[in-house]
Structures are given as C-alpha cells and as structure tokens.
T-cell receptor
Framework: GAGVSQSPSNKVTEKGKDVELRCDPI?????LYWYRQSLGQGLEFLIY????????KSGLPSDRFSAERTGGSVSTLTIQRTQQEDSAVYLC??????????????FGSGTRLTVV | GNSVTQMEGPVTLSEEAFLTINCTYT??????LFWYVQYPGEGLQLLLK?????DKGSNKGFEATYRKETTSFHLEKGSVQVSDSAVYFC??????????FGSGTKLNVKP
C-alpha cells in the first residue's frame, strides 16, 4: 500500500483479555518495527523483523508480548492477559532494509490501546 | 549504551520567532541522526536526517547539523508558523536497524 496501515486505530479492552494489533507495511519494505509510545514518554523499541525473522526481540517487556510476521508482509503484535500498564500507542514502522541508512522509517498512525 | 536526550517541553513561541530544540546523544560507533515530527492526530513523519559528522539535514525551513565534537543535533528554524505546532522527536539509528528516540518536545506556536 501507499503507507503503513495499522488496525484497529483504537482498542479498549478489559484487564486480563488478550489483544491483537495488526500492521500492514509498505509493499516491498523488508524491515518492520514495533514501538510503544506511553503517555508523555518517548518511543520504546519492542521488536524488529527482517523478512519473517525477528533478529531483535530485546524490547518486548514481558513474555505476555509476542509478535509474528508472515509472508514478509503483515505483522501481528499480541498482548496476552493485558494489564493497565500496557495502555499506550503502539506504532509500527517499515523500511526498505536494515542496511539502508539513507531512509528513515515510515510510521503508521498507531493503535491506541486502553486497558480498563 | 545508546541514548538520546532532548529538551523538555512544551515550548511556546509566537509566530515568526526563532526555534531551537536541543538534542544530544550518546552512542557507540557512528550513528545516523534524525528528527521526526508528529502533528496532532497523525503518525510520525521523517523531518530531516544526517548520516555523518558535519552533515546538515534540512527540510521545510528546519535544519540540524550533526556535531560529533559536542554529540549534538539541535533542530532550528528561523521563523516558525502556527502550522509547525507538533511534537518533535530526535532519534539516532544504531547498527543500521534500531532507532533510539528522545522523549519528544512539544512545540506550540501562537498567532
């Protein structure tokens, strides 16, 4: 597509429920990233995909968080047993490739997750 | 480790005022440096970048120079407009694949 598409744009869920967040990157972008932006905070790196593999998962805050990417395209971030501290905007970004410094990321508009 | 520190906001200016948003970084190696902007209700957009020391990135009247000696990448604009009101994020790209972002600086420009 023309840009990075994320869905849903807003999600309200009850504490303890599981949620899935979707990211559809720009066509042809091999690298995909998930970040979290908490209220008043900067962006926190979660996970990075190159193709379908995730060479860097170091930012996932707990084992309740997982992500997968299939077909080198769409990625899903899953949060199990959500907690109130998971409330944040979850941003997805894609880029042409891990070794191309001439391009920044292209970000999606994010999914605002509220855990009540 | 790698990190980015930028001035806290909000920064409030009158239209046509001069803008500086300070950004300093700590990094191993030679990162690339970026400024991203987030307009109200929108996603992050790349504003400008610099990939090596002494490079100057510029876009839409904004500019920033990669200063290795002071590990800084301050954002400047000579005359701000109301439409520049947004949150600005300084970031470094480490090892080609991981960005480290500052906490963001909110800019309010009043008519």
């Amino acid at each position: 597509g023309a840009g990075v598409s994320q869905s849903p744009s807003n999600k309200v869920t009850e504490k303890g429920k599981d949620v899935e967040l979707r990211c559809d990157p720009i066509s042809g972008h091999t690298a995909l990233y998930w970040y979290r932006q908490s209220l008043g905070q900067g962006l926190e790196f979660l996970i990075y995909f190159q193709g379908n593999s995730a060479p860097d998962k170091s930012g996932l805050p707990s084992d309740r968080f997982s992500a997968e990417r299939t077909g080198g395209s769409v990625s899903t971030l899953t949060i199990q047993r959500t907690q109130q501290e998971d409330s944040a905007v979850y941003l997805c970004a894609s880029s042409l490739g891990s070794r191309n410094q001439n391009y920044g990321y292209t970000f999606g508009s994010g999914t605002r997750l509220t855990v009540v | 480790g790698n990190s980015v520190t930028q001035m806290e906001g909000p920064v409030t200016l009158s239209e046509e005022a001069f803008l500086t948003i300070n950004c300093t970084y700590t990094a191993t190696g030679y990162p690339s440096l970026f400024w991203y902007v987030q307009y109200p209700g929108e996603g992050l957009q790349l504003l400008l970048k610099a990939t090596k020391a002494d490079d100057k990135g510029s876009n839409k009247g904004f500019e920033a120079t990669y200063r290795k000696e002071t590990t800084s990448f301050h954002l400047e604009k000579g005359s701000v407009q109301v439409s520049d009101s947004a949150v600005y994020f300084c970031a470094l790209l480490y090892n080609f694949n991981k960005f480290y972002f500052g906490s963001g600086t909110k800019l309010n420009v009043k008519p």
